[in-house]
């Protein structure tokens, strides 16, 4: 079992940047694919994005191309989450999730097995 720890979110302008992290209490986190979920007040938990195993496939939801970057540094045992340019619908909680290997469902919630606290993202217009 997997802990995940979410941290770097914050009160921003819109426009401006946020980076996130996701970290693992006591364990790796070289060996699982991590996913990136957004839930504002009273919606579902959403797709932002995702990363492999070794970095070498990512995605991303439609709406957050070219503006949100996934990343990870299993050196550091972290992924991170580059959000640029910032709207107001972006304010959230942002969610880090995990599993064990390939996920079959990279884009859905489902497809993960671990899910950490979360992290308050809110973007002023």
């Known amino acids: 079992q997997v802990q995940l720890v979410e941290s770097g979110g914050g009160l921003v302008q819109a426009g401006g940047s946020l980076r996130l992290s996701c970290a693992a209490s006591?364990?790796?986190?070289?060996?699982?694919?991590i996913g990136w979920f957004q839930q504002a007040p009273g919606k579902e938990r959403t797709f932002v994005a995702a990363?492999?195993?070794?970095?070498?496939?990512?995605y991303s939801a439609d709406s957050v191309k070219g503006r949100f970057t996934i990343s990870r540094d299993n050196a550091k045992n972290a992924v991170y989450l580059q959000m640029n340019s910032l709207k107001p619908e972006a304010t959230a909680v942002y969610y880090c999730?995990?599993?064990?290997?390939?996920?079959?469902?990279?884009?859905?919630?489902?497809?993960?097995?671990?899910w950490g606290q979360g992290t308050q993202v809110t973007v002023s217009s």
């Open positions: 990363i492999s195993i070794n970095g070498g496939r990512t």
């Open positions: 999730a995990a599993r064990w290997g390939v996920v079959s469902t990279p884009l859905t919630a489902g497809g993960y097995d671990y």
């Open positions: 006591g364990r790796s986190l070289s060996m699982y694919s």
